[in-house]
């Protein structure tokens, strides 16, 4: 199982580069960098895990110009977007930055995304229905994957809709980076298990862990998929049970990613002795 860090990517965290460098050093498999463009001053969404939402959301910055910084640094090192909204950009620029990011980096990039969870943020920028963003999701990734596989590339969706175009330069990976689908509720899962290539659920919202990989599992046979070509990437939020980890590993999943609790997102000084921590249990879980 690889391990791999995220970051809210603040100007107040460690700066992208030196912690691209930190953890390849110390053999993390990826880092992933989550994904605002804006939040709404005024809105009635709630957010997610109750109480005030964290300041750092207010300042996150662009992801895919952060993980170019933290792809200059390495050499090895994976990077990830977790999770990008891929709804809220134009589809057009959007597969031009990230097959430019994958072809600079040496085909490195992983994509997750998601459908957000602030509505009045998505609608500031979005023209479709709130409501129907599952599907909206769906089609954006689909169209997406022709603009990086296909010389001339059209889509006809119910909502995501153009005539062909040359959309080079293709990424460097065959197919474009593979995507990574973070949902949680029944309806997010089974789109998981329809049409991405790998699933970012968080462990704490899972209830048994084993149980619910073994639904998800059941529900890529449903799909008509194999398992095995679905990723697994488990976000740990109880950061300080190192077995943990072996418990994931032993259950098949392929990726852990970690990251400081909410209550250090604005002291980067908890960041590097973590990594560290953590580093020193990277032997026992990719052996």
Not at 62 to 90: F, H, K
Not at 115 to 142: C, D, H, I
Not at 256 to 281: C, Q
Request: one cysteine or more.
């Amino acid at each position: 199982m690889h391990l791999a860090f995220s970051s809210m990517n603040t100007p107040d965290d460690p700066p992208p580069a030196e912690l691209a460098l930190a953890l390849e050093q110390r053999g993390f498999e990826s880092l992933w960098y989550g994904e605002h463009s804006h939040i709404p001053c005024c809105r009635t969404t709630p957010y997610p895990p109750g109480g005030e939402m964290p300041f750092p959301y207010r300042n996150m910055m662009d992801p895919y110009l952060s993980l170019m910084t933290a792809a200059n640094a390495t050499t090895t090192l994976r990077l990830g977007t977790g999770i990008a909204l891929l709804m809220e950009r134009d589809i057009f620029s959007q597969a031009k930055t990230i097959a430019t990011l994958d072809r600079l980096s040496g085909g490195r990039v992983m994509i997750g995304t998601g459908v957000g969870w602030n509505q009045e943020e998505f609608e500031n920028v979005s023209p479709y229905p709130f409501n129907k963003r599952y599907a909206v999701l769906r089609e954006t990734v689909e169209a997406t994957r022709k603009l990086w596989s296909d010389e001339e590339a059209g889509y006809q969706g119910d909502y995501i809709k153009f005539e062909p175009v040359w959309p080079g330069p293709k990424p460097e990976q065959s197919g474009g980076p593979p995507i990574f689908f973070g949902a949680m509720g029944p309806l997010g899962r089974r789109h998981a298990a329809a049409w991405a290539d790998g699933w970012y659920p968080v462990d704490v919202a899972m209830g048994d862990v084993a149980t619910t990989l073994a639904e998800f599992r059941e529900e890529v046979k449903q799909a008509g998929r194999d398992p095995a070509d679905v990723e697994i990437n488990i976000q740990i939020m109880d950061t300080a049970n190192l077995d943990r980890l072996k418990e994931y590993r032993d259950m098949g999943i392929q990726r852990a990613t970690i990251g400081v609790s909410m209550d250090l997102w604005d002291k980067p000084e908890a960041v590097m002795p973590m990594i560290d921590t953590y580093a020193a249990v990277i032997p026992e879980l990719v052996g």
